[in-house]
């Protein structure tokens, strides 16, 4: 009973001034569908950084000779990686699984010489786990069963002056440490827009690899890519079950594979976080100033209440709960607004001006879409609430300092 009289007074207070009341009520809405809308575009940002850097070349997951990640030497390789690859599709129903073989040679035009990384590749595969084979900016990418094509990155084609049609020669050593050499022609120029994929790679067919390189069946490593990035967790539990019973083989996560990634997203989060906190700070000050004249204008009133035998903490409690109704109101109609507002980009996406040129020059995805999740629902409105209702506390331990007759003289 006392509860349900202490809540009609609460709220009958709030209304007292209502205009002070919607404007911080609104200054909560607006921060919580802000602080919704950022967060989930930032997480669906970095879901799309990190598939758009995955994308361009090692994939979500890697599978390879335990001692190749930290030795990337042309002994530590795989047996079987075409069948192996083949499995792994047939069994998981996935296609974007690639198999390549990976060596250093010296190429040499008729001008200039220059070190490489070759790698072997699936032609049909490949597209499908790398955006490489679509920044192919002059001529073509590789064909099926085609020996001695091979395609490269831009700034090598100008360190070397040569171009689609010209012929490169290129001198390696081979899995048996022989030598491996071959004469090859560029059928297409990539332009990734990384510097060093730019510089020092190039791709030939899978099978001319193995065989110019005597590696026979063997491959370095086996690239997986998951549909998105939320099923990289249960596919890499999928492949370690299949892959159980073979011991020559690793399975490598993109956090191992590209660990600066992590780190450049942890310190994005970082310098974000100060910005949000920023807006918490200036929500709970406007409840802080609305709170706080509230009491001060009610001065007289609780000087009564008290001479009358209300204690100081029945008034107290009455001011957290005016502050609570208030962030309730504000928690509930900012939730609304923002899964609203990133419902629809959700669907439609969001997008800077200028993204879609960017996109289209580097083969990546026009529109950003917001990451709706827990996470990004409730933490941003989470933090508004408490430091609404910490705000709060000075105005409502300021009553402790009353006394009834200084309270009933006071103007």
Known sequence: MLVDVGLRLAWRNLWRHWRRTWLTVGAMIFSNGLLIFAMSLQFGSYDMMIDNSLHAYSGHLQLQHPRYLDEPKMRYALDNVAAIAERLRRELSLDSISARAAGFALASSEERSYGLQIVGVDPVHEPLVSTLPGLVKQGRYLKPGAAGEIVIGAVLARNLKISVGDELTFLGSGFDDSFAAGIVTVVGIFESGMADLDRALA?????????????????????????????????????????????????????????????????????????????????????????????????????????????????????????????????????????????????????????????????????????????????????????????????????????????????
């Open 203 to 411: 791709q030939v067919e899978l099978g001319y690899f193995q065989d110019v390189f005597a590696m026979q069946d063997r491959g370095h490593s086996l690239i997986v890519r998951a549909r998105n990035i939320d099923d990289v967790e249960s596919l890499q539990a999928q492949v370690k079950a299949l892959l159980e019973s073979n011991q020559d083989i690793s399975l490598r996560h993109w956090e191992e594979l590209q660990p600066g990634l992590r780190q450049a997203i942890q310190a994005d989060m970082a310098s974000n976080s100060f910005m949000y906190v920023v807006l918490v700070v200036l929500v709970a000050f406007s409840v802080l100033n609305t709170q706080l004249m509230s009491v001060l204008e009610r001065t007289r009133e609780f000087g009564t209440m008290m001479a009358l035998g209300l204690q100081p903490a029945r008034l107290s409690r009455l001011v957290m709960l005016e502050t609570a109704l208030m962030t309730a109101l504000g928690l509930v109609l900012g939730i609304a607004v923002g899964l609203v507002v990133n419902l629809y980009l959700s669907r439609v996406g969001f997008s800077y001006p200028g993204m879609d040129e960017v996109a289209l020059k580097f083969n990546l995805p026009e529109r950003i879409y917001p990451a709706i999740s827990l996470a990004s629902m409730t933490l941003g409105p989470a933090a508004v609430a408490i430091g609404s209702l910490l705000a709060a506390l000075y105005p409502a331990l300021r009553l402790y300092l009353l006394t009834p007759i200084e309270a009933m003289r006071a103007v």
